[in-house]
């Protein structure tokens, strides 16, 4: 399994952490995309458009915040 490109939008306010997920599974279709963040919304609003673009998401609870990786 390739390393996974990380997206770190955590203090970014809506709708931009949607914006750079979408701009890094565009990007990085071959590996798993790993992508934090600090709020419960942000957390289901990524979640929610990487799924509707045929991704799998798995959430995680962090120390500071959340993780969502995204795989195909």
């Known amino acids: ?10 203090g ?6 949607v914006m750079e997920t979408r701009k890094a ?9 790993e992508v934090l963040v600090d709020t419960v919304t942000s957390r289901e609003n990524v979640a ?3 799924e509707s673009h045929g991704w799998k998401a798995v959430k995680e ?4 915040g959340f993780k969502v990786t995204f795989t195909r």
């Open 12 to 17: 970014l306010s809506c709708p931009q952490p």
């Open 48 to 50: 929610r458009y990487g």
């Open 61 to 64: 609870e962090t120390d500071d």
């Open 1 to 10: 399994m390739s390393e996974a490109f990380v997206v770190d939008a955590r």
């Open 25 to 33: 599974l565009e990007k990085h279709t071959g590996g798993p995309v």
